[in-house]
T-cell receptor, first 116, second 115 residues
Framework: AQKVTQAQTEISVVEKEDVTLDCVYE???????LFWYKQPPSGELVFLIR??????QNEISGRYSWNFQKSTSSFNFTITASQVVDSAVYFC?????????????FGAGTRLAVHP | EAGVTQFPSHSVIEKGQTVTLRCDPI?????LYWYRRVMGKEIKFLLH????????ESGMPNNRFLAERTGGTYSTLKVQPAELEDSGVYFC?????????????FGNGTRLTVT
């Protein structure tokens, strides 16, 4: 079965704190892609990153970084020096080669609140 | 370039009524998807159109849901009759090509409340 688990329902931090959002996935496929999306208060889902199953290099983009570990089936997302504008719901998602890469399998999302 | 637009942004209806949600994809995008998030749970795939054809409708919950995409442009998702458990946020997304390398562009969603 394919599944994405985001165990943290809500996280609350104070501005400038670092925060890590956890994502654990399940699949028997060997070829797949992992994604993170951000849903700000305006409602739309904004694409943040895509990572394929053969590339375990960590990635950094400004204050954002992602840690992909196949051994633990995890794709965690860290925001360094958080800001109020980072407040949003963050979704981790999986897409499978066996599914024709056409269905995103989402986690339940983590609501991040960054307070001034 | 205009993004994916969804209408209405909110809809409140009574159980048993009918509601029609509309999605206008990005111009030129042949692939159109509907997803739904119910009660703070995960966002789930409903169906996928390629132009006017339904490529995959395996996620449609039951026959009270009908999706159409006449002419391969905008799409509608009708719920008839609506039930309480249909409440949630309905997202539409479009992409130029199928597959992982063609990113999905999502709309702002339609929040449906069935009372």
């Amino acid at each position: 079965a394919q599944k994405v688990t985001q165990a943290q329902t809500e996280i609350s931090v104070v501005e400038k704190e670092d925060v890590t959002l956890d994502c654990v996935y399940e699949t028997r496929d060997t070829t797949y892609y992992l994604f993170w999306y951000k849903q700000p208060p305006s409602g739309e889902l904004v694409f943040l990153i895509r990572r394929n199953s053969f590339d375990e290099q960590n990635e950094i983009s400004g204050r954002y970084s992602w840690n992909f570990q196949k051994s633990t089936s995890s794709f965690n997302f860290t925001i360094t020096a958080s800001q109020v504008v980072d407040s949003a719901v963050y979704f981790c998602a999986l897409i499978l080669f066996s599914g024709g890469y056409n269905k995103l399998i989402f986690g339940a999302g983590t609501r991040l609140a960054v307070h001034p | 370039e205009a993004g994916v637009t969804q209408f209405p942004s909110h809809s409140v209806i009574e159980k048993g009524q009918t509601v029609t949600l509309r999605c206008d994809p990005i111009s030129g995008h042949d692939n159109l998807y509907w997803y739904r998030r119910v009660m703070g749970k995960e966002i789930k795939f409903l169906l996928h159109f390629v132009k006017e054809s339904k490529q995959d409708e395996s996620g449609m919950p039951n026959n009270r849901f009908l999706a159409e995409r006449t002419g391969g442009t905008y799409s509608t998702l009708k719920v008839q009759p609506a039930e309480l458990e249909d409440s949630g946020v309905y997202f539409c997304a479009s992409s130029h090509r199928q597959g992982y390398n063609s990113p999905l562009h999502f709309g702002n969603g339609t929040r449906l409340t069935v009372t």
